[in-house]
């Protein structure tokens, strides 16, 4: 199963570092979004790190350039019609998911694969509208994508394992290494972090320690790059809580009950740095 044209559907803060790590391996692009500057945002923040790449030295212009030429515009779901991949990085929402499922499974090739960023869907609920669940898989990337080197690559219940093969050996092309995990809730990534950041939230709520002193223990004794209160402002309240309940519903075991002190931020409108804050204010 060869790849070589890929689609990426949403440019956002992760679509857009799904289209350079894989223009940057070679492939050809596709980055495909709702509206033209959607396309340039994401363009943009690609042109940016790859100009931070040649003054650092890593690149060159030539390569550069090259890179952004692999990469084109797509305002359309029909211009799956040619691709051998598309790797599907829209809002974290099932409904939009699974319309964009539905309809590309119609437009792309035969022999063409579905991949889905998600960080907490059930890949094999996505993969259920689909005339072809068995190539639809989870391709979970990390934030910022050109710096981090996992992918999660999530099997659905039907996922086939030449389907497998062929997403590991492409996680690998992009110089990233893949890691097989089941369709489970939260995965392991988000299984593991987020019990833990939910942790971090009710010893501060229970008032074992203040936020900076969290914060402390976490990164001076465990040599964590980041406290967990100021990853979960990094992450987004909100995306916490939802992830939270995803666990506590998925798996039905009250040690994933979200914090109420994190229901309470989150009511309150305090999401974390993208709201200016969160456990802690940001200018
Ligand atoms: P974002 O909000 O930055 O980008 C989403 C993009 O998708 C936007 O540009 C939006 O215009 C576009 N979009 C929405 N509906 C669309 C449609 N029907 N067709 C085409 N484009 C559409 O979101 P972000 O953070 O990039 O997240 C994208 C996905 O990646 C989500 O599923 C999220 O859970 C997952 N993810 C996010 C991580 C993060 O740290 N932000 C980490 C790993 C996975």
Redesign the pocket.
């Known amino acids: 199963m060869g790849i070589q044209k890929v689609m990426v559907?949403?440019?956002?803060?992760?679509?857009?570092g799904i289209a350079q790590v894989c223009a940057q391996a070679g492939y050809d692009v596709k980055l495909?979004?709702?509206?033209q500057e959607?396309f340039e945002?994401?363009l943009g923040v690609i042109t940016k790190n790859l100009t931070r790449d040649v003054e650092k030295g890593r690149k060159t212009e030539d390569e550069k350039a090259a890179i952004l030429d692999r990469i084109s515009m797509s305002l359309d779901?029909q211009d799956a019609s040619d691709v051998d991949i598309i790797i599907?990085?829209?809002?974290?929402n099932m409904e939009?998911?699974q319309?964009?499922f539905k309809q590309i499974d119609q437009i792309a090739p035969a022999h063409a694969i579905l991949a889905?960023?998600?960080?907490?869907?059930p890949i094999t609920e996505i993969a259920a509208v689909t005339n072809r669940p068995e190539q639809v898989i989870g391709m979970?990337?990390?934030?910022p994508v050109p710096v981090m080197k996992l992918v999660e690559i999530i099997r659905g219940l039907a996922t086939s394992d030449e389907v497998y093969k062929a997403v590991e050996d492409m996680t690998v092309k992009l110089s990233k290494t893949p890691v097989e995990v089941n369709d489970f809730p939260g995965f392991i990534s988000n299984r593991i972090l987020l019990p833990m950041i939910n942790e971090a939230i009710y010893a501060l709520y229970e008032g074992v320690a203040s936020k900076e002193a969290i914060d402390d223990v976490m990164k001076l004794g465990m040599n964590h790059p980041m406290g967990p209160l100021t990853l979960a402002d990094f992450?987004g309240l909100d995306?916490c809580l939802s992830i939270m309940e995803i666990l506590h519903e998925g798996l039905g075991d009250s040690k994933y009950r979200p914090c109420p002190l994190l229901r309470k931020y989150v009511a309150a409108g305090w999401l974390g740095k993208k709201s200016g804050r969160g456990f802690y204010v940001y200018e």
Request: proline share 0%; charged share 15%; aromatic share 6%.
């Open positions: 559907i949403g440019a956002g803060q992760m679509g857009s495909n979004d709702m509206k959607f945002r994401g779901l599907e990085a829209a809002v974290e939009v998911k319309s964009i889905t960023n998600t960080s907490s869907l979970h990337f990390m934030n992450i995306t």
